[in-house]
Structure formats: structure tokens, C-alpha cells
């Protein structure tokens, strides 16, 4: 089967049973987004609810997935109606859900109910977890290549990274294609970039950013939410391992590990990523208060290029940097 799920999770247990995981977010935002989320807005949703959202709805249709995994606690609040409305519509829809404060017992039943599910056990999960591991090594090879050597574009670290929540429903093939790209990565030179950045918050729906900041010599070598979907623990527990997945949990472990990056990487300034009719807005209130650098809030709506107004406020703030 073709499984989709809303964000990520312990896919290792869908794999492990014989299917394919499906990010749908990536789906979505490799595809005709702009087109997509014009069909779930003439199948009625409403203007102010975020694309991701319509987006994935228009996907699961359009790429014949059998099932979805919709992550109820620990990611998007939309994510409960979206389930009532394919259940309606005879999509099959299991929820899965972080527990709020982190506890092991709790992720273990949740991890055991979709075995369960799926008709598979652990051993099968862990296995597959350590084929996952060794193509996650290559991600950490990669990811010191973007801030350390400086060999790997802003956009070409966001992409193997945010592909790595499903390796691209294949992770053989995905491995093989990182060998190749680490290998010519490390045979060019790239210009040096002026200003070094963070990006923190959810993937963007906007394509061009990457490429607008390198035109203006600044360069994101920390993609913060991306390297979470990586996986870069190595713990051999797959429980242990979602514990330490900062993103479903609570902000104050997200601050922490920003706090030690922007020290590591040596950071100018931090991009704080938003979307529009998100509740993930909120926290930036937060990461303004508590990150150790200067940052900047970008708001994202549709899928599309940067707006001018965009474009002025990332050149005022490359300006106040210097």
C-alpha cells in the first residue's frame, strides 16, 4: 500500500510491514502546489486555512494513497478535522500521537498500536531503523558539509534533508543518490558566503528563497526543522529515538538545540519561518526571546515565489546584520 502521514513519525514500522511511507507534505511541495491547493479551495476549504493542509488534501487524491497517518498530538491542530473529512470521504486514517511530555511508555504503545496495524513486530522495525541509519550517517556527512566546508548550497541541504522523513519512499535508491551527490559535493568550490544562516519552523512553501539569499551573499547552513526530520540521534531504540525528535514536543528543547547550533555553526542570524493561520506562530515569541542571535519572522501563505515586501525586509536585515 501506499501509506501517507502528515508529518513525520516512526515510518520504519510501515516499511518494516512491506508498504510504502509517504510524506504528503513532500508530495505536495514538489509537485503542481499552487494547483493542488486550488483544488481543495473549490472543494470548499476555506481561504484562511494553511496550504500544507489543503495541499495534502488535494494529494492523497491525486496520488492514489491507500491509507493516512495523521499525527493528532505533537504537530499541526488542523490535522483532526482534515482526518474527519477523508474518513467521510472513505479514505482509511489511523491517528498517531506524540505524548506531550515526552513519556517513553506512552510513544512505546503508540509505536506497538501501528505494528499492530500493520501486522509487523519490532524486529522487522528495527531493522529496517538501522538501514535508515546508515543512509542518516550520510545526512550528518552532509550537513558538516554545508557549515563546516562550505560545499553544500542552502537549498541542496534543505532538500536531502526534508526528503529524508520518507527517503523519497525509497531508501535504497535515495542512498545511492547521496553517495553521488557527497562525492561531487566535495570535488567543487563554492564562494564563500558573506553571511552565515539559520532557518528555523517548518519547511518553506516558498521555492526561491535559497536562491535569493545566495544572490545576496548569504548562505542558510542550518535548517533546523529539516535536520530533525534526519534523525541525527543514532540511539538504537526507535523509541528513544522519537523521544529526542525535538519537534512534537514542547519549545523549550527546540531552544536548546538551536542555542547549541547557532554557537557550533557560528551563526550571523536566524530566519524564524511561519506559516500563515499556523499556531506555530506563537512560539516565536519565544525563539526571539530565548535564541542567541539575531532573527528575522517570515511569514509564508500559498506556494510561490518571494513577494518584494519579503525580499526588502531579508535585505534590511542582511544590512542590520552588518
Known sequence: MKVGFTTSFPMEVVVGAGHQAIDLNNIF????SQELVANAERKG????????????????SS???DEVIGI??????????????L???DTQVIPFSYPYYREYDLLNEEIERLEKH??????KTKRIKEKCDTVRKKLIELDRMSWQDGLVKGIENHLWLVCSSDFNSNIQQYSEELDDFIKSAKSRKLKKAKYRLGFVGVPPIIPDLYGFLEEKGARIIFNEVQRQFSMFYMEEDIVNQYLRFTYPYTLEKRVEDINKEIELRELDGIISYTQSFCHRQLDHLLLKKYLKCPILQLEGDQPGKLDERSKIRLESFLEMID
Open 45 to 60: 476549504f476555506p481561504r484562511n486555512l494553511c496550504s500544507w493542509i489543503k495541499g495534502m488534501y488535494s494529494t492523497i
Open 118 to 123: 500493520y501486522n509487523t513486530n519490532r524486529d
Open 29 to 32: 511541495v514538489l509537485n503542481n
Open 87 to 89: 474518513k467521510h470521504e
Open 72 to 85: 493528532v498530538q505533537g504537530d499541526c491542530s488542523n490535522t483532526h478535522s482534515l482526518m474527519a473529512i
Open 63 to 65: 496520488f492514489e494513497i
